[in-house]
């Protein structure tokens, strides 16, 4: 993985994200030298899930309504299936995720989290990939869905499960440091 010391990346999630997909990218990322924030609609701790039984819980570190791009270096969106279909309803985060897409700035979805891409209307002409259950839902948003470990179009990194998660932060990583905002 690509040394992204000094980055600062940002994971939105909320209650029922899939455990792996949101700790083994945070503590990968931590380990290679970046600082990770967590924004959630609001401060209590958020129920993970490991496929459909409860895991660990996490405290949010800041407010989805506080996040302000202009201090983070990139975007991931972890699935499961109650966090991207709660959060594609809150217009923060779908803001959040739109705004991060148009400025450049890599932003990667895991398992469902492509929901989030879907509802802020950035698949368009994207090569992109998901959980089976998704791939429609990217195809009706114009997306060209392939089936792959992980697919990289642009600023937009997507992954299908917990099993791409190796090959997922590597493109993510790459993709922060390509973007050359912080030193590699």
Request: hydrophobic share 45%; proline share 7%.
């Amino acid at each position: 993985m690509p040394a992204i010391t000094n980055s600062r990346i940002l994971i939105i999630a909320t209650d029922g994200f899939e455990q792996s997909e949101l700790f083994d990218p945070r503590d990968a990322l931590i380990a290679a030298g970046a600082s990770v924030t967590l924004a959630s609609p609001d401060l209590n701790p958020i129920q993970g899930m490991k496929h459909d039984e409860k895991g660990d819980t996490i405290t949010p570190d800041i407010r989805l309504d506080a996040v302000r791009i202009e201090g983070y270096d990139g975007l991931i969106l972890p699935g499961g299936v109650a966090n991207p279909d709660t959060l594609r309803t809150n217009a923060a985060a779908v803001s959040l995720v739109r705004a991060f897409v148009t400025t450049g700035k890599p932003v990667a979805a895991i398992c469902h989290g492509p929901w989030l891409l879907v509802e802020a209307d950035v698949v368009n002409g994207r090569t992109v990939t998901g959980w089976p259950s998704v791939r429609t839902d990217l195809r009706n948003a114009g997306g060209n869905v392939v089936d792959q470990a992980v697919a990289v179009d642009g600023n937009i990194i997507t992954s299908r499960n917990p099993d791409d998660i190796p090959a997922f932060i590597e493109a993510f990583s790459q993709a922060v440091v390509e973007a050359g905002t912080v030193t590699a």
